[in-house]
């Protein structure tokens, strides 16, 4: 590498010790400090209202989206001309006049316009007839982001070929970690002692983020064995000798004396400190790379390194995760070398939450049985029902195993729900404080965001929950030493002293440094509190809200609907005159519009109760259909049924292709509740609700409707939600008429 400082990365964690950092990084960084750190920077709170943050259905800001894209294309134009301004070109007006060029322009004019035709076929995500997954319209800013980021097309994987977006994405990852409860300290800050330093950067996607976090994981939970054979082996280690950990039954012992058992259930951050601790010793980082090179899980592989490190523990890792995961979880375990059957499915509850005393049980077999466990994923808002797990119980509940001498990491796979934490967070705080929220997060959704950032690492999409375009995924880590676990170009060793880029941790190697500028100008002006996200999501959830009203409400002659979300009273298994005495006054919110609503809410505290209560932990509203037979009773067929509510679902999507979407009157999307996976009690009484008859091996068909729109409930119309119950029961009529039902 030159010793040109415009090729180093000037982001060093700020508890790098000066005397650790080589001159050209201390330059480097003082050169950034001045040319960009002033304009750039992540801090302060929103103004303005999510109707100027959008598109809009009807593209109602399109002048400004032009405006803003032109201003783009000609800073972008004003770049190339400023560079070296006097150097010739190539595409002279003549060249312009020849017929080759011409050629080449009506053929580009002709295919574009294919091209733009063709996309009309496309699911028309931004309108407020989309329901169906986490996506609708974007926002501006991160469209323009994505756009005046993609004319400079930098690449993320190394700073020297991105040196803004690179930047970009430093203090996206900060503010996505902020966002997520870690704590960064403010600008010109200290640290707080004793607490580790956080790190997030930004990936394509979520299953991507899934995946590095448990391939963080497992090298973290193999890295302290792999040091006590180096230190064993090795004679220049020798020193390391006296190297002691914590215990979790209190004191401390010597590593290279402890059994294996006990140094793959230390503590994570003691784990993640190792290189450190060694180098702390006086062994050159560059040496201390070379010499566990041959002892760490990542170059000697999972195999190997159990038939040579491993006699006294046979038993292979494994992993916890709920019923309701995501499936990058078990392609996770493959991509990694530990096989799917790695991934010890845990059931869920009544609401789609982890079951804990399922994880309990898992936990006390596997400390039988010595199984090293490398995570237990709590998934924060559910891809299907956005059901959010228990995170506080199973952070408690790994306090008493680690009692017992079970360590393990815990992921939050907040991919879709990170960005709802925002309706907790008070505008403009850089801090970790979380209040109360203006709206309907439910005491319990409130209780688990509080200790997100006790995770050790979290994903969270922006392209989900942040209305950005693709690619935007994120992983963030609580200790931001983790993230070494994975550099292939220095296995387990503490070498932020030279850190080069972004680039070097994580699954991808190109990446786009436009991907950066999109979440980071959205999060510029669309601030991640109450003031920005949270003002968006909050509306959504008083949406999702009104929608669960309307649709448990829903009365139709020949088909009911049964939300999967159970409310107070069928909870409570409360007789049907209770029931019906419930749905009226549920009606009743259905009935008023939203100023109407509001001011009942505030001064009703028993209906606000009620309302609150209703619907999912966030806003995906899973149901399912079923009619009724010629006599008025309930169909108690389940395959029947199915058939229904998927019959349904092809008017309420694109699952088959059309010629036309302006038929298309509602988008939802579906799946289906499997007893292989929910388990048999789960889907059993969900049947039950349903009025079918449960059925031993056969799933339960159900719908999704996801709500990003806002402002469904107010529009120049009315109450946009009508519309919506209107199509989905006409959907329901054609599907029963298809079916020969009634
Ligand atoms: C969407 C999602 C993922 C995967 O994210 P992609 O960006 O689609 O790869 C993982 N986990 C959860 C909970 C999700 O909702």
């Given amino acids: 590498m030159s ?51 959008f598109l809009g259905p009807k593209a109602e800001n399109v002048d400004l989206l032009k405006e803003l ?55 028309p995500f931004a309108s407020m007839r989309y329901q169906g997954h986490m996506l609708w319209d ?246 299907e029902e956005s059901a959010v797990d228990p995170l506080a119980g199973l952070l408690a509940l790994r306090e008493r195993s680690r009692a017992h001498g079970l360590n393990f990491a815990i992921h939050a796979d907040a991919a879709w729900g990170g960005y709802f934490r925002c309706m907790l967070r008070e505008a403009g705080s850089a801090d970790e404080d979380v209040g109360v929220p203006t709206l309907a997060m439910s005491d319990y959704v409130q209780r688990q965001y509080a200790v997100l950032g006790k995770a050790d690492s979290i994903t969270v999409d922006p392209h989900k929950g942040g209305y950005i375009p693709y690619p935007a995924g994120a992983l963030c880590y609580r200790n931001a030493a983790m993230r070494d676990a994975i550099s292939l170009q220095a296995p387990v060793v503490f070498h932020s002293q030279a850190e080069p880029t972004v680039g070097i941790y994580g699954v991808e190697g190109s990446k786009p440094g436009s991907a950066a500028a999109a979440v980071w100008l959205a999060h510029r002006v669309i601030r991640p509190d109450r003031s920005g996200y949270g003002h968006i999501l909050g509306q959504c959830m008083w949406t999702s809200k009104r929608l669960f009203c309307r649709l448990h409400t829903l009365d139709d002659t020949r088909f009911r609907v049964t939300m999967f979300n159970a409310t107070p009273a069928e909870r409570a298994r409360r007789p049907d005159d209770e029931l019906a005495a419930e749905r009226a006054a549920i009606r009743q919110f259905v009935n008023a519009d939203n100023v109407g609503l509001e001011a009942r809410l505030g001064a009703d505290p028993e209906a606000k109760r009620l309302f609150t209560s209703l619907g999912s932990d966030q806003v995906i509203l899973a149901f399912s259909l079923n009619f009724r037979t010629p006599d008025g009773r309930m169909n108690t067929d389940l395959a029947k049924a199915n058939a229904f509510n998927d019959r349904v679902f092809q008017y309420c999507s694109l699952i088959e292709p059309r010629a036309d979407v302006s038929d298309l009157d509602l988008v939802l999307t579906s799946s289906r509740f499997e007893p292989r996976v ?56 054609r599907a029963l008429d298809d079916l020969g039902h009634g």
């Fill in 3 to 53: 010793d040109d400082v415009s090729t180093v990365s000037p982001y060093l964690p700020s508890d790098v010790p000066e005397a650790l950092m080589p001159a050209r990084h201390k330059r480097a960084r003082e050169k950034w400090d001045q040319e960009l750190r002033g304009p750039l920077g992540l801090e302060g709170s929103t103004r303005g209202v999510p109707e100027a943050w």
């Fill in 678 to 733: 929910y388990g048999h009690q789960f889907v059993d009484a969900f049947s039950r609700r349903l009025g079918v008859i449960p059925q031993a091996e056969l799933g339960v068909d159900f719908l999704i409707s996801t709500t990003m729109d806002p402002w469904t409930t107010e529009t120049e119309g009315g109450d946009f939600l009508a519309v919506i119950e209107a199509a989905l029961i006409r959907a329901a009529h």
């Fill in 138 to 383: 974007q926002v501006l800013p991160a469209t323009i982001g994505l756009f005046a980021g993609m004319l400079y097309n930098q690449n993320n994987v190394a700073a020297e070929a991105s040196p803004v977006t690179t930047r970009l994405e430093i203090e996206v990852g900060n503010d996505l970690c902020r966002m997520l409860g870690y704590y960064v300290p403010p600008e010109g800050k200290a640290p707080k002692p004793g607490k580790p330093l956080p790190w997030g950067h930004i990936t394509s996607g979520g299953t991507v983020a899934n995946v590095e976090a448990l391939w963080a994981a497992r090298n973290l939970k193999f890295a302290a064995v792999s040091i006590r054979q180096a230190i064993r082996e090795v004679p220049a280690l020798s020193e390391a000798k006296g190297l002691e950990v914590p215990l979790w039954q209190g004191g401390m012992a010597r590593l290279v004396e402890l059994d294996t058992w006990t140094l793959l259930n230390l503590d994570i951050d003691a784990v993640a400190g190792l290189p450190r601790a060694l180098t702390d010793l006086g062994i050159p980082p560059d040496m201390l790379t070379r010499m566990l090179g041959a002892y760490s899980v990542q170059n000697v592989g999972l195999i190997n390194f159990y038939r040579s490190f491993m006699r006294d523990v046979q038993e292979t890792p494994v992993f916890l995760a709920p019923a309701t995961s995501h499936y990058s979880w078990p392609k996770a375990a493959t991509l990694l070398g530990l096989g799917q059957n790695a991934v010890i499915i845990q059931r869920v509850d009544r609401d789609a939450r982890l079951d804990l005393e399922h994880v309990e049980s898992t936990l006390i077999d596997l400390l039988r049985r010595r199984v090293p466990v490398l995570a237990t994923v709590a998934v924060i808002g559910s891809t």
């Fill in 69 to 123: 894209i032109m201003s783009a294309i000609d800073s972008h134009a004003e770049f190339r001309r400023g560079f070296h301004p006097d150097d010739p070109t190539h595409i002279t007006s003549a060249m312009r006049a020849s017929t080759g060029f011409q050629e080449g322009v009506a053929r580009l004019r002709a295919d574009v316009a294919e091209l733009l035709d063709k996309l009309k076929l496309s699911a």
